[in-house]
Every structure is written in C-alpha cells, then in structure tokens.
C-alpha cells in the first residue's frame, strides 16, 4: 500500500514511520511518500527516517518531493499534517491574541480561527485534489484546528476523511491507568469536538468505573487532568475534561501565564525545530538522535504554562510518548484489513448529537471496518457542555463561510463569537492584526 504523507517534512513524521516499521502483517504500507514545500526540511526528515530503518528487513520504501500531485497519484491512504505559515505563523498568532488580551493558542480561541482562515483554503484544494487524482484514498487529517479542518474537507471527501487526534486516547488511557485498568479493554464515554470534549465515563466489562474516579480526591489528584482542573471542579461536572478545556474553564489564568511567559510556546517550538533542522541536516550528525532529542523536550514541555498557573508540576513519563501515530496506524489496518476496531475519531455527526446537523463533524468514538469509520450512538451532553458545543460549533461554521466567500466582516464575526474573545471591537483589531502579518490572509476583503 501506499501512503502518502502532506507536511512530509514535519518534526512528528518519524513517530508515523517508526509506527509503520513495527507492523509485518499481510496488507501493510510498503510504500511511503514525503510531500512538503520545504526541501530542506524533508531532507533532514528523511535523513532520520533512514536511521530508523537501518537494519529493519522490508522496511517501507521512502521517497520524496514537492509536487503534490505527483506524491496524491495512486494513493491508498493521505496523511495530512501540514502547518500552512510554519510555526513563523503560529507565534505570530499567539502575539497578535495576547496583545488583544486574548487567548492565541493554535487550535482554540483567536489564535485557532487565524490558523483556520489560513489553512481552509489550502485544505479544500487538497482534498479536491484528492478527489481527482486519487478518488479511492482514505485521508487521514491531523492538521489542525482537526475538527475544522476535517468537516471542510468532507464536503469535497464525505466520510472519506477522518480526522484524528490523540488527546483522547491519552486522556483515556490515564484514566484506565488510575484505576488499574488495561486502556485497551477499557471503553471510553467521550464526546464533543476537537479540543472540546469530555469523558463521561469508562467501561471495563460493562460496569462503568467513572463514578469511582469521581468519589475518590486522592485518585483524581493522581493525574494530570485531576491537579490541572481540581478535584472539586471536577466533581462539580461529573465528567473528566479533555485537557484543552482549562483554556475555558480557567481562561483568565491560562492568558495571564501566557501574557508573563517568557516565550510563547509557538515562538518556543520555531525557535527548537529551527536547531533541530540545522542539525539534522548536518550529514556529519545523527538526525536520529537530535530528532529524539528534541522530541523529548518538546514533550515535557507540552501545555507548561497551564500546568504552572494550575500548581499542576511535570508531565508523567508514561505521558511523553505521544500516540497519535498509534491511532493512525490503528484506523489504517483497520480499514484496509477489515479488523474492525473501535477509536476516537473526528467524522461527520449523522444523527449522533441531536443538537448539531448531520455535516457537522464531532469527536466521538467510532467503529471502525473496511468501510470507514461509524459513530457510536451517545447520550446527549449536559446542558453547559452542549451550550459550548453550539457555540464553538457555530464559529467553525463563520470561519468556513468567510474562507470560502473571502468577506471579511465574516472573519470579524467568527472572533467576536468565539466565548473566548466575546467583543466585537477586539475582533475588528484581531482581523486587522493577522491580515498585517500573514500574507495567507490577503484574500479577505
């Protein structure tokens, strides 16, 4: 099988690889395409690749190249994770948020809608793209903002588009951990959107240990999301938060951190991939090395500044490992194998969430089989969690319309409705601050 990889030269690509090189079944990738506009970067990509591969019988064939439809042609799977504006234009979303007072993380608030208006556009094109040249791929979305992303490529894909992230299955398989469970016979009650969902419960043959968790302050103070939330916050929702909602429920705090950091965390990541390219492509240095080097760092470091305002200390080392290429790998076999499997996925609603139309693509767990990914019916989410859902929901909605029309005063309405900005004067200057500083943007009028 093929599979090819946009953002080819990105700094998470050797997690997908080395994931593929674990995998000797019938049916698996044998052929792995790198696209990206950065030759640079994809040498020093591929350079760590190779490593990986030393000594590893049958591993995946790896080319790679700038011509995107060349690299889509004959595809079997797509594994987007582009970064359009670099991460350059990450920390330039985070300092034009913070010098409004707002939030610019890259996935939530101001700074998630300036990373959506600028990465739609591009997102249409390759999955129209997609759809000519490579009509019976399934595309795998990581780009974030996910959720966003996904639901306006699968109105050129449809179900053919699965977005994927792995704060879920880490949250998941925290939980299983603090309870002494196996995650992977653990049945995990989530549901929201991208960066927006919550726990409700957790099943390990058919009884639901949630409420356990719940009851007990010395096991909710045991993990991560018990000491960033507390335990009486959380208890007070019944249910255990995806990490992104401190961004939420403690915004004052998280902007506060942001505001006194000493440097943005996207400012933070240009400034360690930009060592981390340099020395990678140096043929006299191990890329390997220095891509594990920085990966570790690069983990520990994962969302500090809302630890620190929550008193929340280090990440655990079962956390450093990432997972998202785990789910990967996972939707992958079971597509193309049929073994049917069950994930946290980001696909279209149907009728899973009344609240929200079929298009609307949420974050659910899904069954999985040869013939893509399938919603599992949900109970209805309580009524604070449903009015952030509708709310945010609707934001996603203003940024696809004002990429696909270009209006400009539609760009302005998704700021001021985002709960997170909620000022239709900062979201004039929000829009005025990111059309100033990203050329992606020129295309609203």
Not at 188 to 199: A, F, S
Not at 343 to 355: A, D, G, H
């Amino acid at each position: 099988m093929k599979l090819t990889i946009l953002g080819g030269g990105g700094f998470r690509v050797p997690l997908v690889y080395g994931a593929l090189l674990t995998d000797r079944a019938e049916g698996r990738v044998t052929e792995v395409v790198l696209h990206d506009l950065d030759e640079r970067r994809l040498y020093a990509v591929t350079r760590v690749l190779a490593e990986q591969a030393a000594g590893v019988p049958d591993a995946p064939r790896v080319t790679a190249g700038t011509d995107l439809d060349e690299a889509l042609r004959g595809a079997d799977f797509v594994f987007s994770a582009i970064r359009v504006g670099g991460l350059a234009g990450r920390a330039d979303d985070e300092r034009v948020a913070l010098a409004q007072g707002v939030l610019g993380q890259e996935t939530v608030g101001a700074g998630g809608i300036a990373y959506g208006l600028r990465t739609v556009p591009v997102a249409v094109d390759i999955a129209r793209r997609v759809a000519r040249l490579a009509p019976d791929a399934w595309v795998i979305n990581f780009t974030n903002p996910a959720g966003l992303v996904t639901e306006a490529m699968s109105r050129h894909l449809g179900d053919r588009v699965i977005g994927i992230c792995d704060s879920p299955v880490g949250l998941g398989r925290r939980i299983a951990r603090v309870l002494g469970a196996d995650p992977g016979e653990a049945f995990i009650d989530y549901v929201g959107l991208n960066h927006l969902g919550w726990v409700r419960g957790l099943r390990v043959a058919g009884r639901d240990e949630l409420p356990r968790l719940l009851a007990d302050p010395a096991l909710l103070g045991s993990f991560e999301e018990g000491r960033l939330f507390g335990a009486d916050w959380l208890r007070s929702l019944g249910a255990i938060p995806n990490e992104y909602l401190h961004y939420y429920y403690f915004n004052r705090e998280t902007v506060r951190a942001y505001q006194e950091a000493e440097q943005t965390r996207g400012a933070f990541l240009r400034d360690q991939q930009a060592r981390f390219y340099a020395r990678a492509g140096d043929p006299d240095t191990s890329a390997l090395l220095a891509w594990d080097r920085a990966r570790a760092e690069r983990e520990a470091t994962y969302m500090a500044e809302n630890r620190e305002s929550a008193g929340a200390g280090e990440r655990e080392a079962d956390d450093l490992s990432g997972g998202y290429e785990k789910v990967a790998l996972a939707l992958m076999r079971a597509v193309a194998r049929d073994e049917r499997t069950t994930l946290i996925l980001n696909v279209r609603n149907r009728s899973t969430l009344s609240v929200l139309d079929a298009d609307a693509v949420i974050e659910v767990p899904c069954l999985i089989d040869a013939n893509g990914a399938h919603p599992l019916s949900v109970e209805p989410l309580p009524g604070h969690a449903t009015g952030l859902v509708c709310s945010v929901k609707a934001v996603e909605r203003e940024v696809l319309a004002a990429a696909e029309s270009g209006s400009r005063t539609t760009a302005v309405k998704a700021f001021a409705l985002h709960p997170l900005v909620d000022s239709v004067t900062v979201a004039r200057r929000l829009v005025e601050g990111y059309t100033a500083v990203h050329p992606g943007l020129a295309y609203l009028a």
